[in-house]
DNA sequence: TAAATTTTTGGCAACGTTGCCAAAGTATGC
DNA sequence: GCATACTTTGGCAACGTTGCCAAAAATTTA
């Protein structure tokens, strides 16, 4: 037995194909009797459309690819849910292409690959040769997610902005600055992310006469904040460490180090200031001040984009940039110094 | 400008559409003449075949989707890439489809999904609701992987063998055991993946009639194990901490512990011994031993089952169990007890 | 009641591809 | 040189769907 097919069930209803059809895209002009019988036929047979002959017939798919590296951070969390809530309600579905590996970058060049047989292409990806090689082989919509390029529709957040925002509260508080920095992995080029926070935090201070004291490296994890902190107490030791406000390029960073000088006595904003970059929750719930990124918010434009290039054909390119926000909490207050 | 297909070729070419068709599929009895005007026609109108024309005709789609949660930890990395390389080979390409909340579940249960716009599925989640909910409407071969279930073909890790092969090792050391296991998340219905390990580890030791003198329990990560070594310094004050062997459910858990004990003056191996799971390359490189589990080979078997399904048309449930390996490590070597 | 109008329906074609069959072309054997 | 085999090629149909058009049915109007 064989998937039955939308003339099985006109002849189970007694009806023509057109006439199923009609029923299954909700056309006007049918009569409720007509729609019973064909309803209930497409319930005996057990009828499911068959995709590849609408997209053949349509020349859409209803589909829309989602091109994103492998890392499941809850940034990638919070803005796939978000991309796939407005999405649904437009009546697309949502395939993910992972990066998996430099090399299978490759992959994309190729016309025929599956990440393409979609209506539109999204690109959550700050991988240069992703972004500065040759245009994909797709002549349908595509939009970048946090990641920015003057070629391509782009949904953005402005780091600079962030950093520089970071730098400002800094300076209100007239403490010495530490900059907690991230690493460029090596072999890797370096992601703009942490590039345009830094250059945001350093344009402010330099503005205004000001240097770090210290500035400290580490990955952007926990573990690698509570290295940095680490660096931190060996550098300042046999001194103690001074009053200090400390802007750590990621929340991951920011927790790992409140976490560490805590183990040394030292409580963030009592003894020392700290601020993050995210808004995460977790910083939020630590008690540290965060420059928030409205990551949600930057998935629903982001799928208004695609469905307007989709739907409205929009024909100038689109950027729309993200301003950051201060998510403010005791780990800034200003310090009653004595 | 529309799109070119096989006849724009064709008449380019000066042929007939289903010689433009042979030369697209390799076919034999083409004659190096008519191969090379064909292919230059192709070049020169910039064909792409149609890829919902020709799953239309061929029933097939030449596409493989894999549901799996959105967790990004290595595991997945490993295991995908290893499913790709296979699949890749035979002509298969990859679309990811994440669990995206719980409630998204229900999605599954369309059989217009894009998911199920695929030749086979693979499933890597331990969801309950997935796994024995009602099965997917998809009548194509199904294979889990890192999971498992009798009425689908599986590819799985016997973690309660790792977990007895853990219980075996602490055994021969002669030292208290440690338990550090991971709580069931709220509202979260338990992993296996630690029920079964843990399950391992206590019928071994139950067998000897030892018990854990301590239980503890907290989340797979880094930040956990530290939290847990925090805890079983709280729970040993103010009497020193005796030598013991501490089994941790993962290497996360049992990186955080190391880490955590070392600022207490306490070296794995030396002080006490300690082991986890996955044989994480982070463990190793911490000297700390594991019970490894071939992800990547997992991945390839997994892939192999369901070409297997996909075209040999294997009728007979397959079910692939892997053995857990010993990672040996120095954290884990008898101590030289004073 | 017949004509005009509107609503509802079926037939046909086409989306782009490939398998099948038959026809044309080429080579081989007697 | 002609029959036989083999190679290469083109035409046609079909995969399942939906849009268009015209036909049929129902409804309104005169």
Redesign the interface.
């Known amino acids: 037995m064989t998937k039955p097919s939308v003339v099985d069930v006109a002849r189970i209803a007694g009806v023509g194909a057109s006439t199923v059809s009609r029923v299954l895209n909700n056309h006007p002009n049918i009569s409720d009797q007509t729609r019973q019988r064909v309803l209930s036929a497409i319930e005996t047979v057990g009828y ?6 609408r ?2 017939r349509s020349g859409q ?3 829309v ?1 989602v091109l994103l590296p ?4 809850p940034f ?2 919070t803005l ?2 978000a991309i ?1 809530g407005v999405l649904d309600q437009h009546g697309y ?6 990066l ?2 430099a090399q ?1 970058i490759r992959r994309f060049k190729d ?5 393409y ?1 979609a209506d539109g292409l999204l690109i959550s990806s700050q991988n240069p040769e992703v972004l500065y090689g040759s245009r994909p ?1 797709f002549n349908k919509p595509i939009v970048l997610v946090d990641a920015h390029h003057p070629q391509y529709h782009s949904v953005h957040f402005n780091n600079v902005a962030a950093g520089r925002m970071a730098a400002e509260l800094t300076l209100s508080r007239h403490l010495p600055v530490v900059l907690l920095d991230v690493p460029v992995r090596p072999g890797d080029l370096e992601s703009p992310v942490f590039l345009e926070r830094r250059a945001g935090v350093l344009d402010v201070l330099q503005r205004h006469g000001i240097t770090p004291i210290v500035t400290l490296q580490a990955p952007a994890s ?2 690698g904040g ?1 290295d940095a902190a680490q660096q931190l107490l060996d550098w300042a030791h046999p001194h103690p460490v001074a009053p200090f406000f400390m802007v750590a390029l990621s929340d991951d960073l920011a927790l790992g180090v409140q ?1 560490h000088l805590l ?1 040394a006595g030292l409580h963030a904003g009592r003894d020392y200031l700290l601020m993050g970059f995210d808004g995460s929750a977790a910083a939020a719930e630590a008690g540290i001040t965060s420059v928030a990124q409205p990551v949600a918010q930057m998935g629903r434009t982001a799928a208004d984009v695609l469905l307007g290039a989709l739907e409205g054909q929009l024909k100038t390119i689109t950027q729309r940039t993200f301003a950051p926000t201060l998510q403010e909490a005791p780990s800034t207050q200003a310090l009653t110094l004595m």
Not at 70 to 73: H, Q, R, V
Not at 111 to 115: D, F, Q, S
Request: hydrophobic share 35%.
């Open positions: 499911t459309p068959n995709l590849n002959a997209s053949l798919t209803q589909a690819s492998m890392t499941g951070t990638y969390d796939l849910t796939h579905d949502l395939a993910l292409f992972p998996l590996g299978r016309p025929g690959a599956l990440l047989r082989p926990i573990e509570r976490r183990s």
